[in-house]
């Protein structure tokens, strides 16, 4: 049976139709299948005169649920672009970075063709990104309903103007304040929208949802992270009449008068990312994010019998015993165990008693 992969890139840049070119010439040189929907096959017909080796076309050759995996040439918008389109058939994302920092992406431009070969031989992994179901409620009526796989935006939609909005956490008010909006994420988007807003960067596996507000007028308006179970809220209050707009992977977009409410829940329908390597998070922040690690000297050397060796410390000179935790409540004594006449308990002069006295008779 023939392995199909489906190639999406942002054809409006002449990188990316370079790119997609390449890669269905790899892809076929490689026994598989390429697949292209039929816009950006025209748009690179158009473009390059044709392609040297044959395509099917999604929707007239083969279905979105025939294709084992989508390749996806361009950066985290167009990996949110392509989301769209496969999570209601489960098919995983393997994004080729063609943008700036590329969170979601994989693998980079210049390693399109050992990407394509990791295909070939599959080996590659999937991991499955939770995502969030978004209702947006004004005057009890159910007026919208999107998902996102990153955050869902609540802004002003003026920029003269702050939104007052409250929030709560299932079904209980948390604060109310004033801000340009506030940012519902999941772990995925803690490094997008939410970390931009001061949020914290929630590692993949971890399960939580994450509120982050953005410009807040309060003392307590600080990120929160809170159960995925839980059922997040943020009104739009009418002290004001400021309108907002909700904004989901900064792709949909609802208006919001005051007096809106949306909510937040876990999806039930995840998002699959296609993984090629096992780097630990922790890498790929670095990677990312250029971060400086310049001096780490990494974990201690273990031991042959798997005991981490301890250092012997040097010889130090012995300045008394250690107390009891009781021995200085004890009536009549100091905190030396000496008695306040200046003889310790088996009747010895105290040292330092002389000089006391003396300075007392002086």
């Not at 604060?175 to 940012?183: E, K, R």
Request: aromatic share 4%; hydrophobic share 40%.
């Amino acid at each position: 049976m023939s392995r199909r992969v489906l190639v999406l890139a942002h054809t409006g840049r002449e990188e990316s139709m370079i790119a997609a070119r390449e890669a269905c010439a790899q892809l076929h040189g490689s026994g598989l299948v390429p697949v292209m929907s039929p816009q950006q096959q025209h748009d690179l017909d158009v473009h390059f005169g044709g392609l040297d080796h044959p395509t099917e076309l999604l929707g007239t050759d083969v279905e979105l649920a025939d294709v084992e995996l989508v390749m996806v040439l361009g950066g985290d918008g167009t990996i949110l672009r392509a989301a769209e389109l496969v999570r209601e058939v489960d098919v995983p994302l393997l994004g080729v970075n063609l943008g700036h920092v590329g969170f979601l992406a994989e693998s980079e431009r210049a390693d399109l063709a050992q990407t394509v070969q990791w295909i070939a031989s599959r080996s590659y992994s999937v991991e499955v990104r939770m995502t969030i179901d978004v209702t947006v409620w004004v005057q009890g009526h159910k007026v919208a309903h999107s998902w996102a796989l990153n955050e869902a935006a609540i802004e002003k939609a003026s920029r003269e103007r702050m939104i007052e909005v409250v929030t709560e956490v299932d079904g209980k008010p948390l604060t109310s304040f004033g801000c340009d909006g506030v940012v519902l994420a999941t772990p995925t988007g803690s490094t997008a929208y939410a970390f931009s807003a001061g949020g914290p960067v929630v590692w993949p596996e971890v399960e939580a949802l994450l509120i982050a507000p953005i410009s807040a007028h309060a003392l307590f308006a600080r990120p929160l992270v809170v159960s995925p179970h839980s059922r997040l809220a943020v009104e739009i209050l009418n002290r004001t009449d400021a309108q907002g707009v909700l904004w989901c992977d900064g792709r949909r977009c609802v208006d919001l008068p005051p007096g809106a409410r949306v909510e937040v829940t876990r999806s039930a329908r995840p998002v699959r990312l296609a993984r090629i390597s096992a780097t630990p998070f922790s890498a790929r922040l670095v990677r990312k994010f250029e971060l400086p690690i310049h001096g780490w000297r990494g974990p201690a050397p273990v031991g042959t019998n798997g005991a981490i060796p301890v250092p012997e410390l040097p010889a130090q000179p012995w300045t008394g015993r250690s107390l009891g935790p009781l021995e200085s409540f004890e009536a009549g004594t100091d905190e030396a165990g000496t008695d306040e006449a200046g003889t310790d308990e088996a009747g010895t002069r105290k040292p330092g008693a002389d000089e006391a006295e003396r300075g007392t008779a002086e």
